[in-house]
């Protein structure tokens, strides 16, 4: 597989000081890939939460970010892996993606849930489909969008 490069272009911080993060453009973000129903302070929590985050930025403004939701040793799960749309096709998702993954070396299950129409681009990074996941739908939409039919 390839590693993708960083960009000279943008700054990549891993782990940054979360007090730091203008959340209410995080939100913006999350609105812009029609990702809504999230809150700043919540997302703020979650992304404190988590074990690893990674933010990259054009000048200071965020424009991709991901973090991994784990235990710190067996499993771990890739959540909110998020390009703005005006960056996509430069190879920040595949950055986001690998550089959290490599984070995560012996680890038992890493494993993510990806967004309706994503699964072609995790394939291309050689994300295998589980045969063994289960989910707990939230409401309608989830299970319409995530699971499959009975």
């Known amino acids: 597989m390839n590693i993708p490069?960083?960009?000279?272009?943008f700054t990549y911080k891993i782990n940054p000081d979360l007090a730091e993060i203008d959340w209410d453009y995080v939100i913006s973000l999350f609105y812009k890939i029609n990702w809504k129903h999230?809150?700043?302070e919540e997302i703020a929590a979650?992304?404190?939460n988590s074990?690893?985050?990674?933010?990259?930025?054009?000048d200071d403004q965020i424009i991709a970010f991901g973090r991994v939701v784990g235990d710190g040793r067996y499993y771990a799960m890739l959540a909110d892996i998020v390009v703005d749309p005006d960056f996509q096709g430069q190879g920040?998702?595949?950055y986001l993606v690998t550089t959290l993954n490599n984070q995560l070396v012996d680890y038992h299950f890493v494993?993510?849930?990806a967004a309706p129409?994503?699964?072609a681009f995790y394939k291309s990074m050689g994300w295998k489909k589980q045969t063994t996941a289960f989910i707990w739908p939230q409401g309608p939409?989830?299970?319409?969008?995530?699971?499959?039919?009975?």
């Open 46 to 48: 979650a992304f404190k």
């Open 51 to 58: 074990t690893t985050t990674l933010f990259i930025f054009n």
């Open 117 to 119: 129409g994503a699964d």
């Open 141 to 150: 939409k989830q299970l319409r969008q995530h699971c499959e039919e009975d």
């Open 5 to 9: 490069v960083e960009n000279p272009l």
């Open 38 to 40: 999230r809150k700043a």
């Open 111 to 113: 494993n993510l849930s």
């Open 92 to 94: 920040l998702g595949k």
